[in-house]
């Protein structure tokens, strides 16, 4: 067996991947932050990963295979599936699905059987908005529509070196039935977002961003499922706050020109 470290560079690199030990030492403090955050449980931990990973899947971010939505209430694209993507990025999304992940970041947030969902259902992969894209404040899907599994948590880590805050993007969390959002962090690089999937963790970035023509909001989504034998046989809807009008009749003009019926697929498309 070569040992990791030194003596090879893949498994150097491989080792560097998670921040195991940061986490390690750190976990009690940030379960207690977890579990006391508002509107509902979260973390926000900033320099968690390695820069070069992150670097690196920037570098290989894909420009096709993508799933690209334009509706009243989300405009961006993900990334379709696992095995389209470059396989530096492959291995990292492997690596944040591995036990020995699973363990720490289910010891954090009080998950002590979480899975990962090999299908990445639910808008796992990697993300990406250009110039006007929004996501309104939504709940995830909690029950998988295949495996017997029921989301549990979602982690974002975010990929954006020199983001300007003027440009908008920062995620909400929001309570349903509240006047505003109760807590904004700005989609700064190696920023990393790990929440609760509850029926009311609502969260998006509603305003439209305005960056350049030559940037886009880019990130990493996963989310961590528990086993659960009725998840299979009744799937739920989405929840979503309402939004702005403005932004509800631009999408249905944009459906009407494209006549593509407000969602759309597409090799190369780009917003």
Known sequence: MIACGADSSFDATVWRMLPLEQLGREKNRLRNSYMAAKPYPHLIIDGLWDPAVLDR???????????????????????????????????????????????LLGEITGHDDLIADPRHHG???????????????????????????????????????????????????????????????????????ILSTMDTSLHGFPSPISCPETRSRQSISLFYWTRDEEAAKSDQNVKRLPGKQETQLAAMLRAMLSGMGGWTRSRSSRF
């Open 57 to 103: 899947i920037v570098a290989e971010f894909p420009r096709n295979d993508w799933s690209f939505y334009d509706t009243p209430y989300e405009r961006k694209g993900t990334s379709f599936g696992l095995f389209d993507l470059a396989p530096f990025t492959q291995l990292f999304f492997m690596e944040v699905c591995s036990a020995r992940f699973l363990r």
């Open 123 to 193: 808008g796992g992969g990697l993300h990406e908005s250009h110039r006007g894209g929004s996501l309104k404040p939504r709940t995830d899907r909690r029950r998988h529509p295949v495996l017997p599994l029921l989301s549990r948590l979602e982690m974002i880590i975010y990929l954006n070196r020199d983001w300007d805050p003027a440009w908008g993007g920062a995620i909400e969390l929001w309570n349903a039935g509240a006047a505003e959002a109760g807590v904004k962090s700005n989609c700064l690089f190696n920023r990393t977002l």
